[in-house]
């Protein structure tokens, strides 16, 4: 009897193993191993860490006379990586997640345009919109966020 019962339990934890949803048995992306992982939440991570580092190179500008050295050093670390965030943020295999690295690509957009207002206004060529501009790219961004799914 005791063996009768062994097996029963055995069946009924494979019948329940092999019945319970894929989610619970796979670590696979969703949406099958044939599809690729998803490319949306690496370009979100590159574009904010882009943003960073324009925040980083902008506060240079809030003593005057800029450091040329210092911000020429700032500047090509920007635009690294505002280029890794901009290759990173291309393809998507969903609708939402191609939305959402276009709304990233935008705030990339502007990032180069504070960059490129920045250098002037380092060489003091001009004003800096520093705030103005950081709004508006983080709102991009938290668009994209949202279009990711990504809260």
Known sequence: MRNFLIFVAAIVLAVWYFRRP??????????????????????????????RSLSDATRLLL?????????????????SAISRAE?????????????????????LSLMRTALAEGAKAAAGAGGFQGAVRQEAIDNRLASARAKLGLR
């Open 63 to 79: 003593s005057m006379p800029v450091d040329a050295s210092r911000w020429s050093d700032a500047e090509s670390v920007v635009h």
């Open 87 to 107: 290759s990173t943020c291309s393809g998507g295999s969903t609708e939402a997640e191609r939305e959402g690295m276009e709304t990233a690509r935008d705030a």
């Open 22 to 51: 894929p989610s619970e048995t796979s670590t696979a992306p969703a949406g099958g191993g044939a599809s690729a992982p998803s490319r949306g939440p690496g370009c979100l991570s590159a574009a904010e860490s882009a943003n």
